[in-house]
């Protein structure tokens, strides 16, 4: 388990204290129901703004915090339990991307109006369903890229891509050669397909700047998940210890409490492997690949266990669009394949530990 500062102990408190207050479930059902076009409370994006989160990963020159990916997780955590639909999690590792690049011009013109929530930005990576940063085609020739990019998260509301091309990271502003379509996912959010035709685009760096950042995005993922976790884990006992069967709470069944303890187990696993990937990113460490890679297979499948078991141990209510347990078991499907998933994970871990 992460050893917090005060400041992270404040900063996860208050997130907790907003979501709770600000961003319950009820907040993404309305959401939902409304359909805006950005995917996003745009009113709830300023208050998370005004309140230093969007500036989290900016470094300080820029009008940033400089607090870290741990400090990052902790935040986007909090919201992930109550599924609040924020552009946090695709923003600061945009952020980051740019401020890892070669481009100055870039960091003072966007980075001070990413850190003040003026620009929601995004990564624009992927180009099929499966992720694989290995098949890129996307081209940049004469400083104008082109390509497709598919299941782009926050693509509605994002006026800033850092897209991935063969030879690298670059920076895009939505306007001239920039088409989006909007794709309907499962999970209600935002997220849509990309069109690049000779869009004006700026270096930020080459492949090895690409996976640093995939592999931001993807420790930050695993701290939404965890949250979301920790609350369908804590909803479902709450309600095994109130709901009432054969005379007794359905608590008191032995085999419900083998099914709690098993997902007790492995939610203390993935939180350890989690906030072990948020810090070795922050520590610079040579293995954050490692650690990433074993943060998300850990994720995808403990998430897949608890959001299942949340449905299922609700019994018939738990399947009716009225109880929030749906909405878990479909966020978790969307982000257990984002930037690969369990399977693809483990090779990978396996392939950089040389088997």
Same mark, same amino acid.
Request: hydrophobic share 45%.
């Given at each position: 388990?992460? +050893?917090?500062?005060?400041?992270?102990?404040?900063?996860?408190?208050?997130?907790?204290?907003?979501?709770?207050? *600000?961003?319950?479930? =009820?907040?993404?059902?309305?959401?939902?129901?409304?359909?805006?076009?950005?995917?996003? !409370?745009?009113?709830?994006?300023?208050?998370?703004?005004?309140?230093?989160?969007?500036?989290?990963?900016? /470094? *300080?020159?820029?009008?940033?915090?400089?607090?870290? %990916?741990?400090?990052?997780?902790?935040?986007?955590?909090?919201?992930?339990?109550?599924?609040?639909?924020t552009?946090?999690?695709?923003?600061? /590792? #945009?952020?980051?991307?740019?401020?890892?690049?070669?481009?100055?011009?870039?960091?003072?013109?966007?980075? /001070?109006?990413?850190?003040?929530?003026?620009? +929601?930005?995004?990564?624009?990576v992927? *180009?099929? $369903?499966?992720?694989? $940063?290995?098949?890129?085609?996307?081209?940049?020739?004469?400083?104008?890229?082109?390509?497709?990019?598919?299941?782009?998260?926050?693509? !509605?509301?994002?006026?800033?891509?850092?897209?991935?091309?063969?030879?690298?990271? %670059?920076?895009?502003?939505?306007?001239?050669?920039?088409t989006?379509?909007?794709r309907?996912?499962?999970?209600?959010?935002? &997220?849509?397909?990309? *069109?690049?035709?000779?869009a004006?685009?700026?270096?930020?760096?080459?492949p090895?700047?690409?996976?640093?950042?995939?592999d931001?995005?993807?420790?930050?993922?695993?701290?939404?998940?965890?949250?979301?976790?920790?609350?369908?884990?804590?909803?479902?006992?709450?309600?095994?210890?109130?709901?009432?069967?054969?005379?007794? $709470?359905?608590?008191?069944f032995?085999?419900?409490? &083998?099914?709690?303890?098993?997902?007790f187990?492995?939610l @203390?696993?993935?939180?350890?492997v989690?906030?072990?990937?948020?810090?070795?990113? !922050?520590?610079?460490?040579?293995?954050?690949?490692?650690?990433?890679?074993?943060?998300k297979? =850990?994720?995808? @499948?403990?998430?897949?266990?608890?959001?299942r078991?949340?449905?299922?141990? &609700?019994?018939?209510?738990?399947?009716?669009?009225? &109880?929030?347990?749906?909405?878990?078991?479909?966020?978790?499907a969307?982000?257990?394949?984002?930037?690969?998933?369990? #399977? %693809?994970?483990? @090779?990978?871990?396996?392939?950089?530990?040389? %088997?």
């Amino acid at each position: 388990m992460a +050893v917090l500062n005060d400041e992270q102990v404040m900063l996860r408190d208050m997130a907790r204290e907003w979501a709770d207050n *600000e961003s319950p479930v =009820t907040a993404f059902r309305r959401l939902r129901d409304a359909a805006p076009p950005q995917g996003f !409370d745009a009113q709830a994006w300023g208050a998370i703004a005004e309140m230093g989160w969007s500036g989290i990963v900016v /470094p *300080e020159e820029f009008a940033g915090s400089a607090f870290g %990916y741990l400090s990052l997780g902790l935040a986007v955590e909090q919201l992930g339990r109550n599924l609040a639909a924020t552009p946090l999690a695709s923003t600061g /590792p #945009a952020a980051s991307a740019i401020a890892m690049g070669v481009s100055e011009a870039a960091k003072s013109e966007w980075l /001070p109006r990413i850190a003040a929530g003026e620009v +929601v930005a995004t990564l624009a990576v992927d *180009e099929g $369903p499966v992720h694989n $940063p290995a098949a890129i085609a996307t081209r940049v020739e004469g400083g104008k890229l082109s390509g497709t990019k598919m299941f782009v998260a926050e693509g !509605d509301g994002a006026s800033l891509f850092v897209v991935a091309a063969a030879d690298g990271l %670059y920076l895009i502003a939505d306007g001239e050669g920039v088409t989006r379509r909007y794709r309907h996912m499962a999970d209600a959010r935002s &997220h849509a397909d990309l *069109e690049f035709d000779n869009a004006p685009a700026e270096r930020l760096g080459g492949p090895e700047l690409t996976q640093a950042i995939v592999d931001r995005a993807t420790a930050v993922l695993c701290a939404e998940m965890l949250g979301m976790a920790e609350q369908a884990f804590s909803a479902t006992n709450d309600y095994l210890k109130t709901r009432v069967q054969f005379g007794q $709470p359905l608590a008191s069944f032995q085999a419900l409490q &083998h099914r709690m303890a098993r997902m007790f187990t492995e939610l @203390e696993l993935m939180r350890s492997v989690v906030e072990g990937a948020l810090e070795a990113v !922050d520590a610079g460490r040579s293995d954050v690949d490692q650690a990433v890679s074993l943060a998300k297979a =850990t994720a995808g @499948e403990t998430l897949k266990l608890v959001s299942r078991e949340m449905v299922q141990l &609700h019994g018939g209510i738990g399947m009716t669009d009225e &109880h929030d347990a749906g909405f878990y078991l479909k966020r978790a499907a969307v982000l257990e394949t984002m930037w690969g998933n369990a #399977a %693809y994970h483990r @090779e990978r871990f396996a392939r950089l530990n040389g %088997y």
